[in-house]
């Protein structure tokens, strides 16, 4: 495996994230222009499931960065044939790619590319981690308090089939926030700290919904989408008891009206668009350090 890849947020320390978020960051403020001195860098996105912001978010940053970019679609592709994951992304290594970004649905589908030599960011995988989220995730946040030590975080909802869940908890953590959980019994992952909804709204910086992941099973008896919203979604009540500096995050797509009341997806407490911008600059930095490249330097930066 090409040290440069991105797998989860266990292969990055402590330092190594900070530096992804500043160099994300110096993306917006002075090096929006910024581009790859190797300008024929052959990327390739190969999405083995459903995304549209993950995707294209991925694309604008590949392009603003000037790499050359391919989509790749499994529907129209020898995966049709019978072709492994394994010989596929062999195949793009073999015709001359020099990255690739893959989202499988198999929980940690990389452990099958060991021998792969070019790197691979890893776009989620089943409900194992999703990295770049991740690092989204924390940018948002780093704008908002500028720290992150004693940071209290809840996260809630499907928490059982969520990557976007396990790879906050492992970087939220190592930054030193606290992290805490709630949502149905059935979705529960049984390691983690989890605490009564209501009473813990009022306490926490962030509060992160999660979509309900039915492609992977996940569902529940004799439930409505508004008695779901009652019992366990941000509704008008929980927004008024944040406090008034929270903000509510979402990693989307937002089932409206069962998660989130439709009216707080873009409420003032709301990151939920804030984040998906802030998904190009990290991706920037991402991809920026696949292929080598070191983080801007303080005296580089205007
Ligand atoms: C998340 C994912 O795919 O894991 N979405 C995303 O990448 N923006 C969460 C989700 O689909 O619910």
Redesign the pocket.
């Known amino acids: 495996m090409n040290k440069y890849s991105l797998l989860s947020m266990d292969d990055l320390s402590r330092e190594e994230i900070l530096a992804i978020l500043e160099d994300a960051q110096r993306f917006n403020i002075s090096h929006s222009d910024w581009q790859l001195p190797n300008s024929k860098a052959l990327i390739a996105n190969l999405f083995f499931e459903p995304?549209t912001?993950?995707h294209f978010s991925f694309c604008s940053a590949e392009m603003q960065l000037g790499c050359k970019v391919s989509d790749f679609n499994p529907d129209s592709s020898s995966v049709t044939k019978g072709e492994t994951l394994y010989d596929t992304v062999k195949t793009f290594e073999a015709i001359g790619y020099d990255a690739l970004v893959i989202r499988h649905p198999q929980d940690e589908y990389y452990k099958e590319l060991e021998n792969i030599s070019i790197p691979i960011i890893n776009a989620?995988d089943g409900k194992g981690n999703?990295p770049s989220?991740c690092l989204l995730d924390l940018l948002t946040i780093y704008q908002e308090f500028h720290h992150f030590e004693g940071l209290k975080v809840l996260i809630v909802g499907d928490i059982a089939h969520?990557?976007?869940a396990t790879s906050n908890k492992i970087a939220l953590e190592k930054l030193g926030a606290l992290v805490y959980f709630a949502g149905p019994e059935e979705w529960r992952r049984e390691e983690y700290k989890y605490v009564d909804l209501d009473e813990m709204i009022s306490e926490v910086d962030v509060v992160m919904m999660?979509?309900i992941?039915k492609e992977r099973g996940a569902s529940l008896v004799n439930i409505s989408n508004e008695e779901y919203l009652n019992r366990y979604g941000l509704n008008l009540k929980r927004y008024a008891m944040m406090k008034e500096e929270a903000i509510i995050m979402h990693?989307?797509?937002v089932n409206r009206g069962i998660e989130i009341d439709d009216s707080l997806v873009e409420a003032q407490k709301s990151r939920i668009f804030k984040q998906m911008s802030n998904g190009v600059l990290v991706r920037k930095a991402i991809i920026k350090r696949a292929f080598g490249y070191k983080p801007f330097k303080e005296e580089e930066c205007a």
């Open positions: 995304s912001r993950t989620g999703h989220q969520s990557r976007v999660l979509r992941q990693p989307a797509p």
